[in-house]
């Protein structure tokens, strides 16, 4: 599991920085908006990318929790189809993946 420390080191710190990120953009929502018509489309043309872009973040945090609870059950770098071993290069290109490259290149 030593060999998986460093990945999971660098998903405590992803994770850390987009709960920033997510701190960021809730303030953004929260602040006030302009009484004008023009500005208000634009506001809320840049709320929508924002919206997407807090999305995107939760949903990364959660896939990086769940590996990091999969570090922690010593399940991290098992394949959860085959149960055999994900490729430490997949795990790191992809950390937190939950398959190994054949049974994911299968699932699609």
């Given amino acids: 599991m030593d060999m998986y420390k460093n990945l999971i080191d660098a998903l405590e710190k992803k994770r850390e920085m987009l709960r920033k990120r997510v701190?960021?953009?809730?303030a953004g929502f929260r602040s006030v908006h302009s009484q004008d018509s023009e500005d208000r489309a634009t506001e809320s043309e840049s709320d929508e990318v924002f919206q997407a872009l807090d999305d995107v973040s939760r949903q990364?945090?959660?896939?990086?929790?769940d590996a990091i609870k999969r570090f922690e059950n010593n399940q991290y770098g098992t394949c959860t189809a085959c149960e055999g071993?994900?490729?430490?290069?997949?795990?790191e290109a992809i950390p937190y993946a939950t398959m190994c490259i054949e049974c994911a290149s299968s699932a699609s």
Avoid at 23 to 26: A, F, L, T, V
Avoid at 85 to 90: H, T
């Fill in 23 to 26: 701190e960021k953009i809730e």
């Fill in 60 to 65: 990364e945090i959660q896939l990086i929790d």
């Fill in 85 to 91: 071993k994900i490729q430490i290069k997949r795990l």
